[in-house]
């Protein structure tokens, strides 16, 4: 028999009237930064740490659904309240044309994708350039086009008004740092595991846990990262021009655009761990930035943050940097304020008020598993993100466990909630204590995100695979290992209890509201080894959060998957049409078609519902539409990109402008009808030219000297 899932339900976290405990009080405060107050304080912090930890990262778990919120909190009710008609991807309207925006986890903050429209202009980055394809009219067509060199590959956009910003980054050798750390091999990378940029369909989890901590620690070297950000001129798409550059040592890991202002985060190795001579100097551990204006020739190099304005954790959190660069859109890249945080940067959520940065506390990867403390924790900094020039650093608390991913995470009424695991899926669940998950609520007190409520003991022995919290309501999904998993009651903060079970087949790796009490949720069937088996969707009924059913299930398969289990950029939803559209790979074993019939479901926690399965023969390899509402899952269309050498490209994006539906792939952008997703035109990208360097000097778009 497969193994089986259950939908954990958090709801009505009620805590506007709980007085924060003192302990709870007393334990946050440890965890506040403190600023150096000298260069020299600042170098003798980093060249102790390295005596004890020769410059080797702690090995972070990787998420189950990635490089990845919503809106639940706190409220005076004392009852739990349903999932709120969906505001996210909801799209906006200019000149009186209605489009679709990024996938965002909050509405109105943009997170930085590979496609950005403003509703006539479609911007995408595919295979190292810049296209810029004009939608309106029943001709769409390319505009231009603008090459970004050889950090251009795997480039993220935001767009405000006619300035787009390109995100990039590029990654030099290794360089060894030339410390020997017993037990710890060297064929291993940086920061890697066996679990790292792998999707949720291969590392479900197995029956084997992990056999030693040395397959999964990283070795001591340093890798020359670097992010390259391009102000890009768009005001005439047909011809696209650099404006200016600021290439930062470090790692991009990501951004947030609350209206004019544009917050990156980036994550920082010291220069110093590579090279000896550095270590002395403050310069070896702060990162520094280049400047470069095409428009005045103005070029400066500088650290990213004074000594006295870089900040500490009191419990040592790594010896990297973060910084938080502050882009001010209307102004320009020139007008780049920089907050810095001697801490790795490992999951980054904002709100309409804050930005979150969640850094896990710092712990030797070469500990045994049966060593590792039974509830490591994970710090949260919150920065005032209010101000649109600078970004301040006003809170600091801490949480029991690992987070999976930015939805983990969700500001409320002023309340953050948390969602977390107390051991990561590459430590053995089977070694006592077995994980747990909870939620966690923090409240702001006086610079202190202390702990106001918190329910545990969510499925033991689990790790989560998706969270989403919506308006008082939070849902957790977990993936059954050694016990069910329950529905948890927590409209009485201070008294959770489950409220009922429901167990299905697989899993969801991702979760989006469809309308008032309704979740669709994104994920695997498994097979009768836990394996994943092919993609699903399932439409929760949440409406009574006392007994969550299923209400729907369409199946793709065996051999299915889609971007969206790990990129929820991937996935769109049309709330004026309840139309979905996600990328999907079949690669069928079995030529078998079944028209959708209803299916009797699980009888243990659910009550009615529709299941379907198709598998085309040869496979398939494009997006597909569904209708998704009250009366089920519906199938609209395919649409599959012109082939390449006998092969449909990957489709990367799918948005809706008017009444078109525009799917982007590395070959180009499709309309199709937004009521049948019937081809209606193709605009195909051009082969991109030869390149053999980035834009940190001479970019493309701008001639040289």
Not at 219 to 227: F, I, M, R
Not at 257 to 272: E, F, K, M, W
């Amino acid at each position: 028999m497969p193994r089986r899932r259950t939908l954990t339900l958090a709801v009505t976290l009620a805590l506007g009237a709980l007085p924060a405990p003192a302990l709870a009080l007393r334990r946050a405060a440890h965890v506040r930064p403190r600023a150096f107050a000298s260069c020299a304080r600042l170098v003798g912090y980093e060249r102790t740490h390295f005596a004890v930890t020769h410059g080797v990262p702690e090995t972070s778990p990787r998420p189950l659904s990635e490089p990845s919120i919503a809106a639940p909190s706190p409220s005076g009710s004392a009852s739990p309240q349903t999932a709120a008609a969906p505001v996210e991807n909801a799209g906006t309207t200019v000149s009186g044309t209605s489009f679709s925006t990024t996938n965002n986890q909050e509405p109105g903050i943009e997170e930085p994708d590979v496609v950005k429209t403003d509703g006539s202009t479609i911007f995408a980055v595919e295979q190292g350039t810049l296209y810029a394809v004009v939608a309106g009219g029943p001709a769409p067509h390319l505009a231009g086009s603008l090459p970004l060199g050889s950090t251009g590959y795997g480039a993220q956009l935001l767009l405000r008004g006619s300035r787009l910003l390109v995100i990039s980054g590029s990654q030099a050798l290794p360089i060894g740092v030339g410390v020997a750390v017993p037990g710890l091999p060297a064929a291993v990378g940086h920061q890697s595991s066996v679990l790292s940029g792998v999707a949720p369909a291969a590392r479900a989890p197995s029956a084997s846990p992990v056999a030693s901590v040395a397959s999964i620690a990283p070795s001591p070297y340093y890798y020359a990262a670097t992010t390259t950000i391009t102000e890009v001129d768009v005001h005439d798409p047909a011809a696209m021009k650099v404006a200016r550059t600021m290439t930062v040592e470090g790692t991009f890991v990501d951004a947030r655009q609350n209206g004019a202002t544009a917050r990156l985060v980036i994550s920082s190795a010291p220069r110093a761990i590579a090279t000896p001579a550095l270590r002395a100097h403050a310069s070896g551990w702060v990162p520094a930035r280049r400047f470069h204006s095409f428009i005045t020739g103005h070029r400066y190099t500088r650290p990213v943050a004074a000594c006295s304005a870089v900040r500490r954790p009191a419990q040592f959190s790594g010896m990297g940097m973060l910084s938080i660069l502050t882009i001010n859109l209307d102004r320009g890249l020139y007008a780049t304020d920089s907050t810095a945080l001697m801490a790795d940067a490992q999951v980054v959520y904002g709100s309409s008020s804050s930005l979150y940065v969640a850094t896990q506390r710092w712990i030797n990867p070469l500990t045994p598993a049966t060593n590792v403390p039974s509830s490591p924790e994970t710090v949260i900094d919150q920065f005032d993100a209010t101000n649109p020039e600078h970004t301040t650093l006003i809170a600091s608390g801490e949480v029991p466990g690992y987070l999976l991913n930015q939805f983990s995470l969700s500001e409320y009424h002023g309340y953050l909630r948390v969602a977390s695991t107390s051991r990561p899926i590459w430590w053995n669940a089977t070694q006592p204590p077995p994980s747990q998950s909870y939620v966690t609520v923090l409240a702001d007190h006086g610079g202190v995100l202390a702990a106001v409520g918190q329910v545990s003991g969510l499925g033991a022995g689990q790790q989560i695979y998706s969270v989403r919290f919506i308006g008082d309501a939070g849902y957790v999904v977990t993936f059954r290992r050694v016990d069910p998993l329950y529905t948890i009651d927590l409209s009485s903060p201070t008294s959770p209890r489950v409220a009922g079970q429901l167990e299905l087949e697989g899993y969801s790796a991702y979760l989006h509201p469809v309308a008032e009490g309704l979740l669709l949720g994104i994920g695997q069937e498994v097979g009768p080894e836990n394996e994943p088996s092919g993609a699903q969707l399932e439409l929760f009924d949440v409406a009574n959060p006392a007994a969550p059913r299923l209400q729907a299930r369409a199946t793709l398969g065996s051999g299915s998957s889609s971007p969206v289990q790990y990129d929820h950029h991937a996935f769109l939803f049309w709330p004026p049409t309840a139309l979905a559209v996600l990328p999907v790979s079949i690669y069928s074993t079995t030529p078998v078609s079944v028209p959708p019939t209803p299916q009797p479901l699980p009888a243990t926690g659910s009550s009615g519902g529709q299941a379907s399965t198709v598998e085309p023969t040869g496979g398939f390899v494009g997006a597909i539409g569904f209708r998704v509402d009250r009366s089920g899952i519906t199938e609209v269309g395919r649409i599959a990109h012109d082939p390449v050498n006998g092969a449909s490209p990957q489709i990367d994006r799918s948005l809706v402008i008017g009444q078109q539906l525009f799917t982007v792939s590395s070959e180009g952008v499709m309309a199709s009808s937004l009521a049948t997703l019937a081809r209606q035109a193709f605009v195909t990208f051009p082969s991109p030219a030869p390149t053999s360097g980035g834009t940190s000097s001479s970019p493309p778009g701008v001639p040289s000297g």
